[in-house]
């Protein structure tokens, strides 16, 4: 199985503050690579797919990054609705595993 | 409005079973691949188990060791999750979601509210 790890497991940041969220693969994926938000109570949500797609509706401060086995969530402008829990996702082979998840909190 | 609605959820004692059902609308349901994902209090999210379009291929997480089965009725537009020997480890939300493929990259584009299952 592909293991995916995500760094920070959380962090602290403040509304117009840029933040990055790294995953790394055990193995190559290529671009098979989704970012999720989700918020408490709530289904997660396609944030970015194939690594650095926005996916529709998603505003373009969040952006991705990366191939093979590093990859990037990068949120600038950090708005109030975007404290929440964000979770990568390899989509490469089965099982579709998911990153542990990375926690922005309000500084 | 692409809308998934899951239920069937409960409390259920160990070693029961129950069946979870994902109402699908607003999208062709059979051409799309759907999946099942749980997320225990407090925790990240696990992927279970996927079905193609046409139930030709099934896949599961190894940890559920036999235990679930999915399936889905095209009629009907609904995905299912069978799920026997219950243990407290399954207590968690469970997601139904589409599978989206774009660019051959797939990904969750769409998931329901979530439905609790607790085990105890």
């Known amino acids: 199985d592909i293991q995916m790890t995500q760094s920070p497991s959380s962090l602290s940041a403040s509304v117009g503050d840029k933040v990055t969220i790294t995953c790394r693969a055990s193995?190559?994926?290529?671009?098979?690579l989704n970012w999720y938000q989700q918020k408490p109570g709530k289904a997660p949500k396609l944030l970015i797919y194939?690594?650095?797609s926005l996916q529709s509706g998603v505003p373009s401060r969040f952006s991705g990054s990366g191939s093979g086995t590093d990859f990037t969530l990068a949120i600038i402008n950090l708005q109030p609705e975007d404290f929440a829990t964000y979770y990568c996702?390899?989509?490469?082979?089965?099982?579709?595993?998911f990153g542990q998840g990375t926690k922005v909190e309000v500084k | 409005e692409v809308q998934l609605v899951e239920s069937g959820g409960g409390l259920v004692k160990p070693g029961g079973s129950l069946r979870l059902s994902c109402a699908a609308s607003?999208?062709?349901?059979?051409?799309?691949?759907m999946n099942w994902v749980r997320q225990a209090p407090g925790k990240g999210l696990e992927w279970l188990s996927s079905?193609?379009?046409?139930?030709?291929?099934?896949y599961y997480a190894d940890s559920l060791k036999g235990r679930f089965t999915i399936s889905r009725d095209n009629s009907k537009t609904s995905l299912y999750l069978q799920m026997n020997s219950l243990r407290a480890e399954d207590t968690a939300v469970y997601y139904c979601?589409?599978?989206?493929?774009?660019?051959?990259?797939?990904?969750?584009?769409?998931w329901g509210q979530g439905t609790l299952v607790t085990v105890s």
């Open positions: 979601a589409r599978d989206l493929e774009m660019a051959a990259i797939r990904s969750f584009d769409s």
């Open positions: 607003g999208f062709t349901f059979n051409r799309y691949s």
């Open positions: 079905i193609s379009s046409s139930s030709n291929y099934i």
């Open positions: 193995q190559s994926i290529n671009n098979y």
């Open positions: 194939a690594a650095s």
């Open positions: 996702q390899q989509t490469y082979s089965i099982p579709r595993t």
